[in-house]
């Protein structure tokens, strides 16, 4: 299959800059002493900016392309990865996260269990998708569509299901704008899910 983030790799932080990392920080409770993880982190646009916000930043990406540009950045270890199967130990990260991505992952719901997986008992993961709610964002899927990618964007309250039902404790916030987070922890006890708009 044509693999469009090969294609725009080069030009992706140009089009793409750096966010403001503040809501990330909060969402994510750090800075925190252990390892994080950010899956289908690219070129590395939103982990450099939270590298020193933990003891250690891993990231992994398929698109070998956008790790490239990672690596000119001189970002700890960035591996080439599936989230579908992800090559670590259960249990071995205190924070996970995947920003702008799970719509583009084939198999949304195994790597939802892989990043419930590598999270420690006590951790938190973050996943943060543009809002489906939103008209703006409609249109932007059905863009992704008639441009042949395979991306397939999930309500928030519908990822937010998922985690739950992984057993862990998830809310889904969001901004103004079209940005929603599904917060989950993980403590060992059942799944609840609530909803905290802003
Ligand atoms: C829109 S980019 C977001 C990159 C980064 N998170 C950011 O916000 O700058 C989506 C990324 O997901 C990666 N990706 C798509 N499917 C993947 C999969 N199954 N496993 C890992 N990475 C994947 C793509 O290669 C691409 O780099």
């Not at 995947?98 to 997986?117: K, N, P």
């Not at 809310?171 to 989950?184: C, E, K, L, M, P």
């Not at 993980?186 to 708009?197: A, L, M, N, V």
Request: a neutral charge; one cysteine or more; hydrophobic letters at 45%.
């Amino acid at each position: 299959m044509f693999d469009h983030f090969r294609l725009i790799a080069p030009l992706y932080d140009r089009f793409f800059p750096p966010p403001d990392p503040e809501r990330l920080l909060e969402n994510l409770a750090l800075p925190v002493a252990g390892r994080l993880l950010d899956i289908g982190g690219g070129t590395g646009r939103v982990t450099g900016r939270l590298a020193p916000h933990a003891d250690q930043v891993v990231l992994v990406d398929e698109t070998a392309a956008m790790l490239h540009q990672a690596q000119a950045k001189e970002l700890c270890c960035p591996a080439v990865a599936q989230a579908e199967r992800l090559p670590f130990a259960s249990g071995s990260f205190e924070r996970v996260l995947a920003v702008d991505a799970l719509h583009h992952f084939a198999h949304q719901r195994q790597a939802l269990r892989e990043m419930a997986r590598v999270l420690r008992p006590g951790g938190r993961l973050v996943v943060e998708e543009p809002d489906l709610r939103r008209l703006p964002v409609k249109l932007v899927a059905l863009g992704e569509k008639l441009m042949l990618m395979r991306s397939r964007f999930l309500y928030p309250h519908e990822i937010g299901r998922e985690l739950a039902a992984l057993g862990l404790h998830t809310r889904v916030t969001t901004d103004d704008r079209f940005v929603a987070w599904i917060i989950a922890e993980k403590s060992g006890r059942q799944g609840q899910e609530e909803t905290d708009e802003r």
